[in-house]
C-alpha cells in the first residue's frame, strides 16, 4: 500500500538539508597519484553551483586492500575537502564490485551461469546474493564505513551498492529457491504441484529436492516456475540489501539510505523495495534525439512519476548525463538547453536532486568517454560546464521547492509481475507484446494534455483517485481483482483494457468467464476470442462517426451489461463492441477491447478525464503546441508549475489561466512562451487556482 501525502507539510528527503540537491558521482580515488586534481575538483564544483557528490560507489579496493586491512584516509580527506568547500556527501557502500582479493579467497562470492560454469572476476556487478561469504564481507566493510562516517554531518545519505540487478544459478541460490519455494507451498509437493500446472508433458515433481531454476538447460516450459524464480530473484536482492543496510542503521537509524534503479528495468520487481528504503533514487539516461523528443520526455516522465509513487515522497535523479553517455549504440549529445530542460523535469516530477554520472571524465577504461561535468581539457569554458551550471542557478532560485509534493488525480497502473506472466506466456504476438509501450501511451496522453499522473501498484489504494487505467493487465490475482472492483464501487473511473483478468497470481488460466471474476460484472461484457493481427494488418473501429485504426490485438467481446459506444468496422467481428462503457456501484468501467495506435486515446481519453473531472495544470479545450507540457508541484498553500518545451521550435503565448510569478524572472504572467527546449518555473498560491 502507498504512503499518503496530503501535500499540507514539506516532506524532506534529509530534514537537516532541506535544499534541492546538486551534484554528481565522483571517483577521486581514480585520481590518487594526480591529487592535485582533487583541489581542482573542489573549485570546479563551486563554479558548477554543485553542492553534492556520491562518493564510493567503486572503492572497495582503496578501502580495503587486503582482507581486513582497512584504510580510509582517502575517504576521510575527501569528505574532509567536500565539507570545506560547503558540499554534502552522498556515501556508497562499495558491494558493486569487488576487489579481486576479495574473489579468489571466496570463488563462491562470483555468479555462476545457467550451464552451471562460474564467471570468473571481472566486470562489477557480478555476485552472488546469496553466497554467505559475500554477505558477510559487505557486512564488515558497511560496519566499518558506518561506523566512521554515519554520524559526519557531511554526508546526507546513504547509496546502498549500485545498480542491483542479474542473477545467479549457483548452487546456493539453487538451494534458496528450493527454500523459497518449500515457504511458499506450505512444504506441499502437491500444492506446488498443482500451482504449476505440472502433470503438464510429466514434469510432475515428486520433491522439492528435484526443482532447478528455469533456464535454456532446464524448463522454461512450466509458466508458474519462470514466475516464481523472477519473484525469488527479487526476493534474494532485497534480502541481500537488508543484509546491507542492518550494519547502517545499527550506527544511525536516522541517516536515510536509498540504492540507485534503472530505467524500465525488467529483471526487478522494484515494488519490493518500497518498504527497505528511506527514499527512492534513480538513473535516468533516455534515448533523446533519437526520434519525437516529447514521446521519448513522456517516457522518462512515466518513470519519474512511478519512482515518485514508489515511496510517495520526492525521489532523487541519482544519475543522468550532463552530455551523452557511452553505452547506447549511438551516442549523442543532448542538444543546447536540453540538459537543463530534462534535469528540471525530474524536480518538476517531484525530484529533489539533480545528480550527474559522473563528475569527472576518467582517462581510461570503459567508461573514458562517457559524459561528465568536466571533461579531459579540466575546463569550465565548455557548453556541458555552462548549462550544469544554469542547472544550478535554476535550483538555487526555485530552493523553495524543495519537499513539496505531487498531487495526482490519475494513475496508471504497472505491475511487473503482470509484465514477466505475459511476456513469457506462449500466446497473441509470440514475442513483442508492448506491455510497457502501451503504458506509455496512456501516460503520453495525460502528459500532453498537462495532468498530473501517478503510476501505482495494483494493489494500492486507489481511492484518491478520479481516474485509473489498467493496461494489458492479463495476470489479475484475487486482491487486484478486489481491489480494482471495490475502486469502481466505491464511484471511480476505470479503464482497462484486452487481456484484462486472463490468469491468476500463480499464471493458471481462470476458468469461467473473463475478464475473471467480480470483473465480468465491473465491466459488463464477457469476452470470446482473441484476434492476433500480423504486422502488415490493419483493423478498424468506429467511435462517435470517426474511424480508428485498429493494431496488434482485437478481442471479440459481448456486452452484457455495458453500453457499446465503440463498435468494430473490420473483419468477422464487424459490428461487434470495441470499447464499452459500465456503470457500476457508483462508479463508472471503461473496456477497449483492442490496441490502437495511439488515435484513438488522444481523442477518447480527454473525454474520459473531462467526464470524470481531472483537471488539468493548465485549463484548455485543445491540444497545446507539440512538444509542450506542464506539471506541478504543491506543498501547504503553495503552487509551483513547471512549464516545458520538448520541441526544437519555439512555443509561443500559452495562456496559463492565471496570474503566476516567474521564479526565474520576478515577472508576473499569465501567458508563457518558451525557447526551443526552454522551461519556465512559476508560483502561484493555491488559494488563487479555485
Ligand atoms: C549506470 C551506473 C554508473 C555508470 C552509468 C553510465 O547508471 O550506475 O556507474 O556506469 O551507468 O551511464
Ligand atoms: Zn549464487
Known amino acids: 500500500m502507498g504512503i499518503h501525502n496530503d501535500y499540507s507539510e514539506r516532506n524532506y528527503v534529509n530534514p537537516a538539508f532541506p535544499h534541492f540537491v546538486h551534484g554528481a558521482d565522483y571517483n577521486p580515488e581514480q585520481w590518487i597519484v594526480t591529487k592535485e586534481i582533487w583541489g581542482e575538483d573542489m573549485k570546479l564544483m563551486r563554479e558548477a553551483g554543485c553542492n553534492e557528490m556520491t562518493v564510493g560507489i567503486f572503492s572497495w579496493a582503496e578501502l580495503e586492500p587486503e582482507e581486513g586491512r582497512f584504510d580510509f584516509s582517502f575517504l576521510d580527506e575527501i569528505i574532509d575537502m567536500i565539507d570545506k568547500n560547503g558540499g554534502k556527501v552522498i556515501l556508497a557502500t562499495p558491494s558493486g564490485a569487488r576487489p579481486r582479493w576479495l574473489a579468489s579467497k571466496y570463488p563462491e562470492v562470483l555468479r555462476v551461469r545457467p550451464d552451471g560454469t562460474r564467471i570468473r572476476f571481472g566486470g562489477r556487478h557480478n555476485h552472488c546474493y546469496t553466497s554467505p561469504a559475500y554477505r558477510e564481507k559487505v557486512r564488515i566493510i558497511n560496519t566499518e564505513l558506518a561506523r566512521r562516517y554515519s554520524h559526519n554531518p557531511a554526508v546526507m545519505a546513504w547509496h546502498v551498492s549500485n545498480e542491483y540487478g542479474g542473477e545467479c544459478f549457483c548452487p546456493l541460490c539453487q538451494e534458496a529457491f528450493r527454500g523459497f519455494l518449500r515457504e511458499k507451498y506450505h512444504n506441499n509437493i ?23 531454476a528455469p533456464s535454456e538447460y ?3 516450459s512450466i509458466h508458474g516456475l519462470t514466475l516464481d524464480w523472477k519473484r525469488f530473484v527479487t526476493h534474494q536482492t532485497v534480502d541481500f540489501m537488508k543484509n546491507e543496510i542492518l550494519p547502517l542503521k545499527a550506527e544511525n537509524p536516522d541517516l536515510p539510505v536509498t540504492t540507485n534503479m534503472q530505467y524500465d528495468f525488467r529483471d526487478l520487481d522494484y515494488f519490493q523495495f518500497r518498504d527497505v528504503l528511506d527514499f527512492a533514487s534513480w538513473d535516468a539516461y533516455p534515448r533523446w534525439h533519437s526520434g519525437d523528443d516529447a514521446l521519448t520526455a513522456s517516457a522518462a516522465a512515466f518513470w519519474h512519476d512511478f519512482y515518485r509513487c514508489l515511496k510517495n515522497k520526492p525521489f532523487f535523479l541519482m544519475e543522468s548525463t550532463p552530455s551523452l553517455v557511452n553505452w547506447q549504440e549511438y551516442n549523442k549529445p543532448k542538444k543546447p538547453g536540453l540538459d537543463t530542460l530534462s534535469s528540471v523535469q525530474a524536480v518538476a516530477h517531484g525530484s529533489d536532486s539533480v545528480q550527474y554520472f559522473q563528475w569527472r ?3 581510461g577504461s570503459s567508461e573514458k568517454l562517457h559524459g561528465a561535468v568536466v ?7 565548455t557548453r556541458v560546464f555552462r548549462s550544469v551550471r544554469r542547472t544550478g542557478d535554476i535550483l538555487e532560485q526555485t530552493d523553495e521547492i524543495t519537499g513539496s509534493g505531487v498531487k495526482a488525480e490519475c494513475a496508471i497502473i504497472l505491475d511487473w509481475e503482470n509484465r514477466w506472466a505475459l511476456e513469457d506466456c506462449q500466446g497473441f504476438v509470440r514475442n513483442d507484446k508492448k506491455y510497457i509501450e502501451t503504458c506509455y501511451q496512456y501516460h503520453h496522453v495525460m502528459w500532453s494534455r498537462a495532468v498530473n499522473c501517478d503510476v501505482v501498484h495494483p494493489h494500492d489504494d486507489f481511492g484518491r483517485y478520479k481516474l485509473v487505467i489498467a493496461p494489458m493487465l492479463y495476470m489479475t490475482d484475487s486482491g487486484t481483482i478486489e481491489n480494482l472492483s471495490r475502486y469502481v464501487r466505491n464511484g471511480g473511473t476505470l479503464i482497462a483494457t484486452y487481456h484484462t483478468g486472463t490468469v491468476d497470481g500463480t499464471d493458471l488460466c481462470w476458468l469461467g468467464k473473463t475478464p475473471a471474476g467480480t470483473l465480468s460484472d465491473v465491466f459488463g461484457i464477457w469476452r470470446e476470442e482473441t484476434d492476433t493481427l500480423y504486422p502488415w494488418e490493419t483493423g478498424k473501429i468506429i467511435y462517435l462517426g470517426k474511424e480508428y485504426a485498429v493494431k496488434d490485438v482485437a478481442e471479440v467481446i459481448h456486452a452484457s451489461s455495458a453500453e457499446t459506444v465503440g463498435e468494430y468496422r473490420a473483419d468477422y467481428y464487424y459490428g461487434f463492441p470495441a470499447v464499452t462503457r459500465n456503470s457500476y456501484g457508483k462508479g463508472t468501467a471503461y473496456y477497449q477491447a483492442f490496441r490502437d495506435d495511439g488515435c484513438f486515446i488522444r481523442d477518447w481519453l480527454p473525454e474520459i478525464m473531462k467526464e470524470a473531472g481531472v483537471a488539468g495544470n493548465i485549463p484548455n479545450e485543445t491540444e497545446f503546441p507539440h512538444g509542450f507540457t506542464a506539471h506541478s508541484r504543491q506543498s501547504g498553500g503553495d503552487l509551483y508549475l513547471f512549464c516545458e518545451n520538448y520541441s526544437d521550435s519555439p512555443v509561443r503565448d500559452v495562456h496559463l489561466g492565471q496570474q503566476y510569478i516567474d521564479m526565474l524572472t520576478g515577472e508576473k504572467r499569465d501567458t508563457v512562451s518558451l525557447e526551443p527546449y526552454g522551461l519556465a518555473v512559476l508560483k502561484t498560491d493555491l488559494a488563487s487556482r479555485s
Open 190 to 212: 502437491d500444492e506446488l504441484n498443482h500451482a504449476y500446472w505440472a502433470r503438464f508433458w510429466s514434469h510432475t515433481y515428486r520433491d522439492f529436492s528435484e526443482i532447478e
Open 218 to 220: 532446464t524448463d522454461t
Open 361 to 363: 571524465k576518467g582517462r
Open 375 to 381: 571533461g579531459h581539457d579540466g575546463s569550465s569554458d
